[in-house]
């Protein structure tokens, strides 16, 4: 799957096929295939994993315990560190495009706007600022991936402060 992921990096989607996959991965051409009848199930199979992994940590700084730590500044660093270096982001925004056109890959990224909209939850129970919110945050890393200069931790956190203002009675730690 790690294979796959750096072989999208490297020459996009298309790029993918059972035999650049497994020379990627240091293995004969038919452990991919067996393991993936087509494609299109290793790449369903990559989106699912990658959408699994980002919504584990969304959902771990949402369950993580108030210990002073703004949680919106914890958000920021990780989305840095996702862009340095941006390969393994630049690979899921491939996969997620891809599933514009194939339905059958939509359900992978389903957890992870459930993920996004409880993050948005610990600072507000406006599900208009929710939504938006959760389709900011992609958009905030897809204009990273395009910029020369990555934006920083710092520059992150004051646009998720923007998004996800402090309410009265909250603090988001």
Do not use: N
């Not at 497994?22 to 369903?44: N, W």
């Not at 599933?99 to 359900?107: D, F, K, N, S, T």
């Not at 934006?151 to 992150?156: K, N």
């Amino acid at each position: 799957m790690e294979a796959t992921v750096r072989v999208i990096a490297r020459d996009g989607a298309a790029g993918v096929t059972h035999r650049t996959v497994a020379r990627e991965a240091g293995l004969p051409t038919t452990a991919t295939t067996y393991y993936f009848s087509s494609i299109d199930a290793l790449l369903t199979a990559v989106l699912t994993q990658c959408m699994e992994e980002d919504s584990a940590r969304i959902e771990a700084l949402v369950e993580a315990p108030d210990e002073g730590a703004d949680k919106r500044r914890s958000l920021a660093v990780l989305m840095a560190e996702l862009l340095t270096p941006p390969g393994h982001l630049l690979a899921e925004f491939e996969l997620c495009l891809l599933a514009v056109r194939r339905p059958e890959q939509r359900a992978a990224t389903r957890r992870w706007q459930q993920a996004l909209s409880a993050f948005a939850r610990v600072f507000t129970d406006d599900p208009l600022r929710v939504k938006l919110f959760a389709r900011a945050y992609d958009g905030l890393l897809l204009q990273g991936l395009l910029d020369d200069r990555p934006p920083t931790a710092d520059e992150f956190e004051e646009l998720l402060r923007e998004l996800l203002p402090d309410a009265p009675g909250r603090d988001g730690c």
